[in-house]
């Protein structure tokens, strides 16, 4: 079993950045493909971003395309997510998640084991 615990979020103006961090137990970090999906009060879970394996594929929602950053660090069992220019729009809960395998349909939730307790970022404006 994986526990996964975010950190960093917070309350910053728009156009402000933010990083989030989630660092994940066990020794099986590196198998794990990693996402960041986001919930607001009022609308479903959204897929934002995921890193493979290795750290050298990486994918995003168009939302947030060159504005957030995903990487990883396997030594130290953490996933980051870097949030430059942020809006109003990104203020949510955001989680990190574990996928089994690849990254094939990334952007789909169902599809990932773990999850943390979530982090909630707001952005005033």
């Known amino acids: 079993q994986v526990q996964l615990v975010e950190s960093g979020g917070g309350l910053v103006q728009a156009g402000g950045s933010l990083r989030v961090s989630c660092a994940a137990s066990?020794?099986?970090?590196?198998?794990?493909?990693m996402g960041w999906f986001r919930q607001a009060p009022g609308k479903e879970r959204e897929f934002v971003t995921a890193?493979?394996?290795?750290?050298?594929?990486?994918y995003y929602a168009d939302s947030v395309k060159g504005r957030f950053t995903i990487s990883r660090d396997n030594a130290k069992n953490t996933v980051y997510l870097q949030m430059n220019s942020l809006k109003p729009e990104d203020t949510a809960a955001y989680y990190c998640?574990?996928?089994?395998?690849?990254?094939?349909?990334?952007?789909?939730?169902?599809?990932?084991?773990?999850w943390g307790q979530g982090t909630q970022v707001t952005v005033s404006s």
């Open positions: 998640a574990t996928k089994s395998g690849g990254p094939s349909y990334y952007s789909n939730p169902r599809l990932y084991d773990y």
């Open positions: 066990g020794r099986t970090f590196s198998s794990y493909t």
């Open positions: 890193i493979s394996r290795s750290g050298g594929s990486t």
